[in-house]
């Protein structure tokens, strides 16, 4: 992984064991910068981008030139066109660039100029941070696996703007991809290692670490709060549950109160409504909008956002077994509302129930934002780039769709209404845990809803966006993604006024 990134001046030799030249598609002529260092580089770059080279996102050309006794790689990467620049986009282009070096190069120096120069120092940051990212992020592999090739471990952006004016940008970047890389650990790794307690503890220590105060219940202290959904699904497993209470900068009443819930469901076999096996293996990441949700509380701490923020992921394992959770049966929840079990592969609505019911009820805070890999149907409607955002509070609907477009990590908002809230009331309970196929990730994002009660709520469902199955972009891995922990970062200093 990417270890330091500098900032230079241009107008100096590169150093660097690379230089990579990013160019949109369509520009006539190589950027000023990159024609400038060219003097220095034999004319490789004009060369190359002379090779019918057209700047498609992610296209990529080497070659190599000698510098005293050793050789010094030149990467042109497409950026794709100008007005199209997403994060998504110029993080893609990154990704190929740090994959086009992947175990040839111990450092290389990004040329910036176009690219950068010509927009607001705001729209700067934002394409600086996303290069970063990309970059970064492309060199993942899942961590201690043997064979893991060598990346670049020093950048140098190469740039005019100030060390000064980017250091935020570049240390924000960092913790981002620090912490991207340990959801995508987690997530990644076998449901027999990341238990319900493993991933508590070390939940526990990166919060310990990033000063977040961290409680990890017990089975019997999740008795005591009553929460009788979550204890329905980790019922049928060996392996004892865990609530996560997470609490950043609580000694401050006079900030702003944001309560994050993240689906913690360690491996999801869909109980005694048990799943197919080809894709079952898959749902060790059943987690993934927990692990976004620890590392959203370890990032704001980090960054001192002038907010509290609690975090509350439960944590359990849904399997079968002689006393699992049986579709026909009742369970109570910790306000006493009751929901019948058409099927115990919906487990994550129904743990989620009394978090986010506990977030009301024990905190009151201005908004609650549950995260979890909640629905197929979610899949089935956006596909693998985009989540599924529904809500009471339409005012952070939007903030989450801004904080979306910014970190590349996008959502799209699905209405919400009485006419769903209505497909999943009870015959014989409150509420009935599936309320059929039609409008399904509508339908079970309401059932969670239904327990914030009158506080301000939205739900994101990452269950498309939390797995990359290949063919995802040149950032992301086979595997987990990390997705949910840049839009949530964003989301929080949003409200923080601090972005
Ligand atoms: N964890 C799954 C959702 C999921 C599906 C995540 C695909 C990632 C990829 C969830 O618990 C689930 O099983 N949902 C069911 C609900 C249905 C049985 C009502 C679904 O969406 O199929
Ligand atoms: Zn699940
Ligand atoms: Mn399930």
């Not at 000063?211 to 019922?235: D, P, S």
């Not at 059943?286 to 949700?293: H, K, L, S």
């Not at 059929?436 to 994002?445: K, V, Y």
Request: positive net charge.
């Amino acid at each position: 992984m990417l270890r330091s990134v500098r900032v230079r001046a241009p107008r100096t030799r590169i150093l660097e064991d690379a230089v990579i030249i990013p160019v949109f598609s369509g520009a006539r002529t190589l950027p000023p910068a990159a024609a400038r260092a060219d003097r220095t580089l034999e004319g490789m770059a004009a060369a190359l981008f002379a090779d019918a080279f057209a700047g498609r996102r992610g296209e990529t050309r080497t070659a190599c030139v000698r510098r005293a006794r050793r050789l010094l790689r030149v990467v042109l990467v497409g950026l794709g066109p100008r007005a199209a620049r997403t994060p998504e986009a110029l993080a893609d282009a990154a990704g190929a660039a740090a994959r086009a070096l992947r175990g040839r190069v111990a450092s290389a120096a990004l040329l910036l100029d176009d690219a950068v120069e010509a927009a607001t120092s705001a729209e700067a940051d934002a394409i600086l941070h996303a290069l970063l990212k990309g970059f970064a992020l492309a060199s993942y592999s899942v961590s201690g696996q043997p064979g893991d090739t060598p990346t670049v471990r020093r950048l140098v952006v190469v740039t005019s703007r100030s060390q000064r004016s980017l250091a935020p940008v570049i240390r924000r970047a960092r913790l981002v991809c620090d912490l991207i890389v340990r959801v995508r650990d987690w997530v990644n790794a076998p449901a027999n290692r990341l238990t319900p307690s493993a991933f508590a503890e070390a939940s526990r220590e990166l919060c310990v670490a990033s000063g977040v105060m961290c409680r990890v219940w017990n089975r019997k202290e999740i008795e005591k709060a009553r929460m009788g959904a979550v204890l329905a699904v980790a019922v049928g497993s060996r392996e004892e549950p865990r609530f996560l209470v997470m609490q950043y900068n609580m000694e401050r009443p006079d900030l702003p109160l944001v309560c994050l819930a993240g689906k913690g469901v360690t491996f999801d076999s869909g109980g005694i409504s048990i799943k197919p096996w080809e894709k079952m293996h898959e749902m060790k990441g059943d987690m993934a909008g927990g692990a976004a949700v620890v590392a959203a509380m370890a990032a704001c701490a980090s960054m001192k956002l002038p907010m509290r923020v609690v975090g509350l992921v439960p944590c359990v394992e849904n399997m079968l077994g002689g006393g699992s959770l049986r579709p026909g049966d009742v369970v109570e929840t910790c306000t006493g509302k009751t929901i019948e079990i058409l099927t115990t592969d919906a487990e994550g609505r129904l743990i989620l129930a009394d978090a986010v019911a506990y977030a009301h009820a024990h905190y009151k805070p201005d908004v609650i934002v549950d995260i979890a890999t909640l629905t197929g149907s979610v899949l089935i409607a956006l596909g693998t780039r985009i989540a599924g955002i529904v809500g009471t509070s339409a005012r952070h609907a939007r903030a989450l769709e801004e904080a979306g477009r910014r970190s590349g990590e996008p959502v799209w908002t699905l209405p919400l209404d009485e006419y769903f809230s209505a497909m999943i009331k009870g015959d014989i309970s409150d509420y009935k845990n599936y309320g059929g196929r039609n409008a399904s990730a509508i339908t079970a994002g309401a059932m969670i809803g239904v327990f914030a009660q009158s506080t301000p709520w939205v739900h994101v469902d990452i269950a498309g966006t939390a797995w990359n199955d290949g063919g995802g972009p040149a950032y992301q891995t086979p595997g987990a993604t990390g997705y949910g922990v840049d839009l949530l970062l964003r989301f929080l200093e949003g409200l923080a006024g601090a972005s």
